[in-house]
């Protein structure tokens, strides 16, 4: 259909005349942000055998980097995408064109983007680096007016993924999905492998193991480390082991943890809706290895896509209210959501996609007479009213988010 969805990372490069670093995994619209919605003088690509893409032909190295100094010493603005391509022995002599012109450099490999900020990197304290996530939650509602309410909020969940919003063609967001985790498996299963460099894909089996753990369900360290002890993958089951690879997966922005609001521990779960939705169906279905009918998926993908909008709807009121998203787990009440403030809960929170009943609302208030912060509910519709509960709907939802600068 041809979303444009306005980022408010944009303004945040273009406003800045100093050397920048972008950074972030594959599929989360760095070169689309950059070719489309920044302005530059060059443009260049660096491919795998070292030649280079410029604006309009292909480049020898050596051209690109006398064109790189002569653009600079101009004073203009060059985008230099996919840089971890780069010989590490052209960093200095990269360095020595600092501080002419604007040199935005954009990389998706962890271990050379950690490299420029070693203490001994000839690139450190040369660039300022902007980490590129997903789309933010009120960015995607922003940029999708025309699409009805209800609607907007179930498929605005799955397109804060750049990789997504060219597929998406206005039909239910069940279909969409489905269509997603059928058709592009293979773009899905290869994000771990595209981040990490060729030195390093003997650790891409134990990152993959972790992301298929976690995207089944199993959100807790000590029984992700025991099926990976289990399964060879590491020495011993200790969680010490895996703490490393999981840091590394957040630094990415392939798994995020969430605070257990009252206790040191963390929930992990992958970033990536349509990943996690795509590694729980495999897990129960061996969608790698079979094919499988919409029909005999259906109301798992539907279960699944609540749980997806609930949580988009955790990262939107977080995002509003510039706090932290957290969970509450406990033998006799779960909340969807808390955000709190300074530790402080700001908002209880609890969506229910569907028509809210009286009984949910009884539901939801037991057990939280100990919480402080404000009570809500989100659903899809209701008539219903209650004075110590605010009740939040689609609408209201798209109002504060065109709101919020």
Not at 30 to 58: A, G, P, Q
Not at 76 to 93: A, G, L, M, P
Not at 251 to 267: A, C, N, P, Q
Not at 342 to 365: A, C, H, S
């Amino acid at each position: 259909m041809g979303y444009i969805i306005k980022r408010k990372e944009t303004s945040l490069i273009l406003n800045k005349n100093y050397w920048l670093l972008l950074y972030g995994r594959r599929k989360v619209g760095k070169t689309f942000l950059l070719r489309e919605l920044c302005k530059f003088d060059n443009y260049y690509t660096i491919k795998k055998d070292l030649n280079v893409i410029s604006n309009t032909e292909s480049l020898p190295f050596d051209t690109f980097i006398q064109r790189l100094k002569t653009s600079l010493s101009e004073n203009k603005t060059v985008v230099v995408d996919e840089f971890q391509r780069f010989n590490e022995s052209i960093w200095e002599e990269i360095s020595l064109l600092h501080p002419h012109g604007k040199l935005i450099l954009s990389g998706s490999s962890l271990r050379v983007v950690k490299k420029v900020f070693e203490p001994q990197s000839s690139l450190l304290g040369f660039f300022t680096p902007i980490k590129l996530g997903f789309i933010s939650p009120m960015d995607v509602i922003k940029s999708l007016k025309e699409v009805e309410a209800k609607e907007l909020i179930e498929i605005a969940t799955f397109l804060r993924e750049p990789w997504l919003v060219p597929l998406y063609n206005k039909e239910k967001v069940s279909d969409f999905v489905y269509d997603v985790v059928i058709n592009s498996k293979h773009i899905i299963t290869s994000l771990v492998g595209e981040i990490f460099t060729e030195e390093e894909r003997e650790l891409t089996k134990r990152y993959e193991a972790i992301l298929t753990l976690i995207g089944s369900g199993i959100w807790n360290t000590k029984e992700i480390t025991s099926i990976l002890y289990s399964r060879k993958l590491i020495p011993d089951p200790s969680p010490t082991h895996i703490f490393q690879y999981l840091k590394n997966l957040e630094e990415m922005e392939l798994v995020e943890s969430i605070k257990l609001h009252k206790t040191k521990g963390r929930f992990y779960r992958l970033t990536s809706p349509i990943m996690n939705i795509y590694y729980y169906l495999d897990s129960r279905y061996d969608l790698g290895n079979r094919s499988v009918s919409f029909e005999e998926l259906k109301p798992t993908i539907e279960k699944l896509i609540n749980l997806e909008i609930q949580n988009f709807i955790a990262d939107l009121f977080a995002e509003y209210y510039d706090g932290r998203k957290e969970y509450y787990l406990s033998p006799d009440k779960e909340v969807d959501f808390i955000i709190t403030k300074r530790n402080k809960p700001e908002i209880i929170g609890e969506v229910k996609w569907k028509n809210l009943t009286r009984q949910d609302i009884i539901q939801f208030k037991k057990g939280l007479e100990r919480f402080s912060g404000k009570l809500t509910i989100v659903c899809k519709n209701s008539e219903i009213k209650d004075d110590s509960v605010n009740i939040v709907y689609p609408k209201d939802i798209i109002r504060f988010s065109q709101k919020k600068n």
